[in-house]
């Protein structure tokens, strides 16, 4: 009796797939990790910049008199620090009204399975008989060719296949070559 198993996106896809407790087990290992390393290298990294900084701010502010000079011009200071603002702020307002309620996002069209035999340089049907596999090996055996075959011996058939990014022909489907970005 074979049984129809349903194909769902994978979860990458469809994050709200996740079930509330795998979804907190994965954020807690993950903030458990980055703590972890925070406080493994925060002191190698707090005694480099502290040491780095002690001796240019020494240097600069105390040795040379920088700190003389800061207060006398302060004002210019202040004024740049404005001026950048501004130029931020402005280029942030200008993208907004531009931009606002428009989206220009577009969706790669699906690849279909004569598109992917034409650019594998597969035989006829290969695509969607190997799409029915639940597992695959790919050997690359070099001069871009690929072999593709199933581990678990439940489908003897193996396929070649030949990628050579640089070298495919264009595409019958004008829309395919690269060449039309609307």
């Avoid at 399975?113 to 070099?142: P, R």
Wanted: glycine fraction near 8%; aromatic fraction near 14%; include cysteine.
């Amino acid at each position: 009796m074979d049984k129809k198993v349903k194909k769902q996106p994978i979860i990458i896809d469809r994050p709200e797939a996740l079930n509330p407790f795998r979804r907190g087990t994965e954020w807690s290992i993950t903030t458990i990790g980055w703590i972890i390393w925070f406080f493994l290298c925060r002191p190698l990294i707090l005694v480099f910049l502290w040491f780095i900084g002690m001796e240019i701010f020494y240097e600069h502010m105390i040795h040379l008199g920088g700190l003389q000079g800061l207060k006398e011009i302060w004002g210019i200071y202040l004024f740049v620090i404005l001026i950048i603002f501004l130029v931020v702020r402005g280029w942030n307002v200008y993208n907004y009204f531009k931009f606002r309620k428009k989206d220009r996002r577009q969706q790669a069209p699906a690849v279909t399975a004569a598109e992917m035999e034409h650019y594998l340089k597969f035989e006829a049907g290969g695509v969607a008989a190997v799409q029915t596999w639940s597992n695959m090996a790919i050997d690359f055996s070099g001069h871009y060719a690929l072999k593709l075959s199933d581990p678990s011996g439940k489908n003897p058939k193996v396929f070649h296949a030949k990628f050579n990014p640089s070298a495919q022909a264009p595409h019958p489907d004008p829309k395919r070559n690269g060449k039309n970005h609307s």
